[in-house]
């Protein structure tokens, strides 16, 4: 019983005299670069970095398709008011200037790859 109150305080706890605390936040990776050599880490954070850009950019462009086809559809029939658009055509441009923007940067930094590559 007196083990109890101890660990409830921390006076008994192991953790508790510990100066050096872990991180509770790990970000995700599709790739676990911590398991590679040093020279294939750079390459697997590329690789992380653009298979999330290519998803987001996947799920944008569905989503901006998809949000454009109600727009059609609302603007063809008055009474398909539960139709409507989610964006407005101010959004809808901004989102596809950061659709554009990131396949760009993506873009580029393959490029970039691509040319450390060749000898």
Do not use: Y
Not at 55 to 60: D, E, K, V
Not at 79 to 100: E, G, M, T, V
């Amino acid at each position: 019983m007196a083990k109890n109150s101890n660990a409830s305080t921390g006076a008994g706890c192991s953790c508790a005299s510990s100066s050096v605390r872990t991180a509770q936040f790990k970000p995700f990776e599709w790739v676990q670069i911590e398991r590679l050599d040093p020279s294939q880490q750079r390459h697997a954070a590329f690789l992380n970095d653009a298979r999330d850009v290519v998803q987001g950019a996947q799920t944008l462009a569905q989503l901006l398709n998809w949000d454009e086809d109600r727009r059609d559809a609302t603007a063809s029939d008055a009474a398909a008011a539960d139709s409507a658009p989610l964006f407005d055509a101010c959004q809808r441009d901004a989102l596809h200037r950061l659709l554009a923007v990131s396949l760009g940067l993506l873009h580029a930094r393959i490029e970039g790859e691509c040319d450390a590559l060749m000898p």
